[in-house]
Every structure is written in structure tokens, then in C-alpha cells.
């Protein structure tokens, strides 16, 4: 190999690292998520539960990482093969532990936290079957590269070589067909982004007509009363973020009221529970719906909640 590839193979080596490390990490992440949402666990907090973020991240690491992780493995195979590049030249050898190294690093670090998770009160049956996922992919990972460093010649179509390669595609395209099936369209997440900064909307409303119930003991008439009441309602939090209609105020009696609006999306769902907030507090369906609530008055000394008397 002459001098002048060095550079050229380096640099080969260490962007096949950084596709190598998002995709064992985004297939890991997928099945994860997967595991997340198939063995629900309510009495956990939100760091065990389904995150349909973690899972949008982890299938564009996954469109980026997978092609371009098998072009310089393929590229390096045929350097390989044609001698361009020898199979004991330093460069190679340094590069292929540095491989090692970080890969190792990585799924140790991933390992300890999948530990943490379950010494924090997640399910055995996750706990197991997530650690099994990150000792398969450590395992393919390390052992596909510690055979590349010690086989004794270079063959074409190498069968261990090509039976890591086919099993590694097996997995990264196997978990990123199978997030497609739980992920939420591209429609869908925008519909829900709506809804929820609707509902931050009313969450604003509910508290400035709560403070106002406290000082009246009883709701206003309608929203224009609520002006100049508190900076926290801006004249956005009034209004539709997306058609700018004013969102409709039914007064139902003194502490009682109705706040209504369009909504695209259904947060009743008990598929769509562990994605979607304020879904206890202000459950709706999708379409016209007008939300009811009980304003309550708060001891700003106390920082306790008052009871508000029956009607």
C-alpha cells in the first residue's frame, strides 16, 4: 500500500466508526422502543416508557447510517481483496482496535444504563430482553471485527465475512422496517403538536380563570374579562394556533366551564396513552369538542388547594 492511501483509508475506517456506532445504536434504540411499547408499564416513570422522539431519531440514524456503513465496508473489502490496501499495514491494524475501543465503550455505557434502568424499577421481562439486544449487537459487532483483525489471509468471498455482513443487514433492516409500523406519520405528528399547544393554550385559560374564580368565587362571563389579568395570557393563548379562531368560552355555572375547539387527533386512545400528554386532564376526540372543567381557587400562603363548595 503506498503512503498516499493512508489518508484515504484513515478516513475510510473512521467514518465507517461513526456509521458503525449510529447504527448499532439506532437498531438497538428501535428495538427498544418496540419493547417500551409492547410491555407497557404505567407504574414507571416516562424515562421507561414509549418516546416517540427516541424512535423518529433512531430511524434517521438508521436511513443515514446503514448505507453508508455498508459502501465502505464494501470499499474496504475490495481495497482488501486488490491489495491497494494490506491486511498488516498499521494503519488498518490501529484503526480496526480503535474500532474496537469506541464500539466497546459505547455498548458498555449502553449496558450500564439498561442496568440502571432496571435497579430504578423497570419490568424484568424488558429488562431481560433489552440487555439481550445489547449483548447480540456488542457481540456481532466485536466479534466481526476482532475475526477481520486476526484472519490469517484475505479471501474473496469470505464466508464469515459475508455471514456477518448478511446477519448485520438482517437486523438494521429488520428494525427499520419494523419502526415504521409503531412510528407516527409525519401527518400525525404534526396533528398532535397542534392539539397539544391547543391544550397549552387552555392549561394558560383554566389557571388565569382559576385565579380569577378566588377573587370573584365565581367565572367570568367570557374571556374578554380575563384581558389585563395576568401577562401569563397573551392574546395568542386565546385563539386557534393554526386557523386563528377564537376558541369558544361556555360559562356552565359560578365555578364550572366549558373551553371548546378543533382537534385533529383522538388522546382517548389507549394505544396513544404513553405519547400524548395533558391526556388525563383534558381528554378529547378528534373534531369540535368542548372541554369541561371545575375552576379551583388556590391559598397563595398555603400553596394548598381550597375546596370549592358543591353546587
Avoid at 474496504?76 to 482496535?97: P, Q
Wanted: glycine residues 4%; charged residues 20%.
Amino acid at each position: 500500500m503506498s503512503q498516499k492511501n493512508n489518508a484515504k483509508f484513515a478516513f475510510w475506517y473512521l467514518l465507517s466508526l461513526v456509521a458503525l456506532i449510529f447504527m448499532a445504536l439506532g437498531s438497538g434504540q428501535v428495538i427498544f422502543q418496540i419493547i417500551n411499547k409492547t410491555i407497557a408499564d404505567f407504574t414507571t416513570g416516562y424515562a421507561y416508557s414509549y418516546d416517540s422522539g427516541v424512535l423518529k431519531f433512531a430511524i434517521s440514524a438508521l436511513i443515514i447510517s446503514i448505507p453508508l456503513y455498508f459502501l465502505l465496508a464494501r470499499q474496504i473489502e475490495r481495497s482488501l481483496e486488490s491489495g491497494d490496501l494490506d491486511k498488516d499495514s498499521a494503519v488498518r491494524r490501529w484503526l480496526t482496535y480503535v474500532i474496537l475501543f469506541a464500539s466497546s465503550v459505547v455498548m458498555i455505557i449502553w449496558l450500564i444504563f439498561t442496568i440502571n434502568s432496571f435497579l430504578g424499577g423497570e419490568l424484568t421481562s424488558k429488562f431481560l430482553l433489552k440487555t439481550l439486544t445489547a449483548l447480540v449487537i456488542a457481540g456481532m459487532v466485536f466479534a466481526y471485527y476482532l475475526y477481520d483483525i486476526r484472519r490469517d489471509s484475505i479471501k474473496k468471498k469470505d464466508g464469515v465475512i459475508l455471514g456477518f455482513l448478511i446477519a448485520s443487514l438482517v437486523i438494521t433492516i429488520g428494525s427499520l422496517i419494523s419502526a415504521f409500523f409503531i412510528v407516527e406519520s409525519p401527518v400525525e405528528a404534526r396533528n398532535r403538536r397542534h392539539d397539544l399547544e391547543v391544550l397549552n393554550h387552555f392549561s394558560q385559560i383554566d389557571s388565569t380563570l382559576s385565579s380569577f374564580y378566588a377573587q370573584s368565587n365565581k367565572l367570568p362571563d367570557n374571556l374578554d374579562a380575563l384581558k389585563g389579568q395576568t401577562p401569563y395570557l397573551p392574546a395568542a393563548s386565546l385563539k386557534d394556533p393554526e386557523t386563528g379562531k377564537a376558541y369558544e368560552y361556555k360559562k356552565v355555572n359560578d365555578s364550572t366551564y366549558q373551553l371548546c375547539a378543533d382537534f385533529k387527533s383522538d388522546n382517548t386512545d389507549p394505544k396513544n396513552s404513553q405519547i400524548y400528554e395533558y391526556s388525563d386532564r383534558w381528554p378529547h376526540a378528534s373534531g369540535y369538542q368542548c372541554l369541561t372543567q371545575k375552576a379551583v381557587a388556590y391559598n397563595d400562603g398555603l400553596n394548598k388547594v381550597i375546596p370549592v363548595p358543591a353546587q
